[in-house]
């Protein structure tokens, strides 16, 4: 059952299917398999896969990022890390890290913080002499904190695949997050000492005083964010109506660089993307179901049985797995696709499922950034007009800082579970 299911799968894939339909056809081909066809089951999982309270946290999310960049949020956090630390050798690369942090809280996507920040920062840091892959791929490596750093869209997703507690999830992230952002830091310093552009004058006390006023409104969601999780005060889900509203506020009332005319296009986006990542939530419910029913976990159980014991060796073999996925397929799907496959094995070993969740969003979020379906890559080549081989070269000191990250989570699971007790 486990081969129909991959085979199907990935034969579709390779045909061109789009993934949506390519999750609906692997199901049915083991409907197939199993001789259990039944129509009304494809469509009553499809209606379950949508039907869920959790998912709608996804087009608030969404909805807020989309304000956020219309409204002048991210342009105000730019500003902020400059005011600090814009003057300093490489001062551009270390805003854009910094930056990427503050958004991280914010926005909950990689493509929509690479998309962001990049339209503001490459350019500036191409005028100043950076070089233009180097520049390109620090912003795309950035990008990837996003999903890690509440709020994280991948996390709701694999929360709702898992039934594995999305608050959880959110307060786990933070400290990985935190040292992606310092690691990518540590890397930069190295690079950053051949950098012979003329570095701007240091902001005055007034400058950064002046900088830290226009971005308090923006630095102020995160805390709100995770003050209301962590303290129970809202939902996940009410938190994104909270961030969405938030945003709507500040955008229009505080900043007033959002007119009501500018509302349609911002839903209009905000609706598309929402449709994409919703459609295949749903198609993943169809195999998610038939994977149960044909008992498939029990058959990656099998394989695995020898590694159960072992859990740090499972782990490692899971996430070379799961690198090897990133190649070639998307973020949202991979959890999708994989997750009712290994959760099940995952726990037969005594993991921590949040403890996995979160292993397996940064994994798959390193995906985003590694050729030839790296979608932030394609993000960054469309900013910078560079091409996808020409971002590999310069994006590879920063791919290798954020597997490293990942191998030390793997060996040392207190770094993510000692805070998130404190956190929970």
Known sequence: ???????????????????????????????????????????????????????????????????????????????????????IRGGLGYV?????????????????????????????MVARGYNVERSTGLICASGIIAPVIPPSIPMIIFGVTSGVSITSLFMGGIVPGIMMGLGLIVAWTFIARKDKSELPKRKSAKEIWDATKQASWALLLPAIIIGGLRGGVFTPTEAAVVAAFYALFVGIVVYRELKIADLYPVLVAAAKTTS????????????AWLITVANVPA???????????????????????????????????????FTPVLLPVVKMAGIDPVYFGILMVINLCIGLITPPVGTVLYVGC?????????????????????????LLLILFPSIITVPLEWFT
Do not use: C, Y
Request: glycine fraction near 10%; aromatic fraction near 8%.
């Open 96 to 124: 854009a890290i910094i930056a990427s942090i503050l958004f991280a809280g914010l926005s909950g996507s990689a493509v929509a913080d690479t998309a962001a920040l990049g339209a503001i920062l490459i350019p500036m």
């Open 299 to 337: 058959e990656m159980a099998d394989m695995l049985g020898g590694l159960i014991e072992n859990p740090l060796l499972l782990l490692l073999l899971i996430n070379l797995l799961l690198l090897a996925v990133g190649l070639v397929m998307d973020l949202t799907p991979a959890i999708l696709i």
């Open 276 to 287: 994409v990542v919703m459609f295949v939530a749903a198609a993943a419910m169809v195999s």
């Open 382 to 406: 469309g900013i910078s007009k560079i091409n996808i081989l020409q971002l590999a070269r310069g994006i590879w000191p920063f791919l290798m800082v954020h597997v490293l990250i990942l």
């Open 1 to 87: 059952m486990l081969g129909v299911f991959l085979g199907s799968l990935f034969g579709g894939l390779a045909l061109g299917v789009p993934i949506a339909f390519a999750l609906i056809l692997s199901g049915i081909a083991l409907m197939f398999a199993m001789d259990i066809f039944d129509s009304q089951v494809v469509a009553q999982n499809l209606i379950n896969g949508a039907n869920n309270f959790s998912l709608m946290a996804i087009p608030f999310f969404v909805l807020a990022g989309e304000l956020m960049n219309a409204g002048g949020i991210s342009k105000r956090i730019v500003g902020f890390a400059m005011a600090f630390v814009g003057h």
